[in-house]
């Protein structure tokens, strides 16, 4: 059964760039089924979706973050990356990997997530 | 700022039925996408609970139901149970925007 599990820094200085590895276990990223995206979650707010990203590296953005906001793929790995650049006290949240469908959507497999403080 | 409006709270004593309403427009569940529904536990990640407007991923009680009309959605709980009370999330395609998500409501079992 797929799995997907957050890495990278929990703390962040403003200005610089918050940066996320997920990674899958128990089923390949390249599967022509799935995007594999990425979502956040303000402390005590609703989700928000970041953007998502297709084995082949076609991607999808939240037009409101497009601008600063990165999705990579390493099928090798079998892992897909974010980062956001410019941090604020804004990008403080809780940052979700998931597997969404390509035919759809809905995301079917989440990972547990991952806290991230941009504070000095 | 979410474009699919949802109440912040609802709640009902054990066995009732509970409904919450996921409210969009022309872009998104009209267009017309896909309604899909998540429950989050607290501290948990959220859970897909309803994909498709009414269809029920393995494992989903039949306890919980889905349905959409025109530019809105809703999700139906029945037999309400204390392990129900979670923060529910509805999700669609906004054509202008991409996935959005609803701004959440809060589920209280009384």
């Not at chain 1, 200085?13 to 956040?40: D, F």
């Not at chain 1, 979700?96 to 390509?102: E, G």
């Not at chain 2, 872009?27 to 859970?47: C, E, F, M, R, T």
């Not at chain 2, 139906?76 to 979670?86: H, M, R, S």
Request: charged share 15%; proline share 5%.
């Amino acid at each position: 059964q797929l799995q997907l599990q957050e890495s990278g820094p929990r703390l962040v200085k403003p200005s610089e760039t918050l940066s996320l590895t997920c990674t899958a276990s128990g089923g390949s990223i390249s599967s022509s089924s799935y995007y594999w995206g990425w979502i956040r979650q303000p402390p005590g707010k609703g989700l928000e979706y970041i953007g998502s990203i297709y084995y082949s590296g076609s991607t999808y953005y939240n037009l409101s973050l497009k601008s600063r906001v990165t999705i990579s793929v390493d099928t090798s790995k079998n892992q897909f990356s974010l980062k956001v650049n410019s941090v604020t006290a804004a990008d403080t949240a809780v940052y979700y990997c998931a597997r969404r469908s390509a035919y759809d959507y809905y995301m079917d497999v989440w990972g547990e997530g991952t806290t991230v403080t941009v504070s000095s | 700022q979410s474009v699919l409006t949802q109440p912040p709270s609802v709640s009902g004593a054990p066995g009732q039925r509970v409904t919450i309403s996921c409210t969009g427009s022309s872009s998104n569940i009209g267009a017309p996408s896909d309604v899909h529904w998540y429950q989050q536990l607290p501290g948990i990640a959220p859970k897909l609970l309803i994909y498709g407007n009414s269809n029920r991923p393995s494992g989903v009680p039949d306890r919980f139901s889905g349905s959409k009309s025109g530019t809105s959605a809703s999700l139906a709980i029945t037999g309400l149970q204390a392990e129900d009370e979670a923060d529910y999330y509805c999700q669609s395609y906004d054509i202008s925007l991409s996935t959005v998500f609803g701004t959440g409501t809060k589920v209280t079992v009384l």
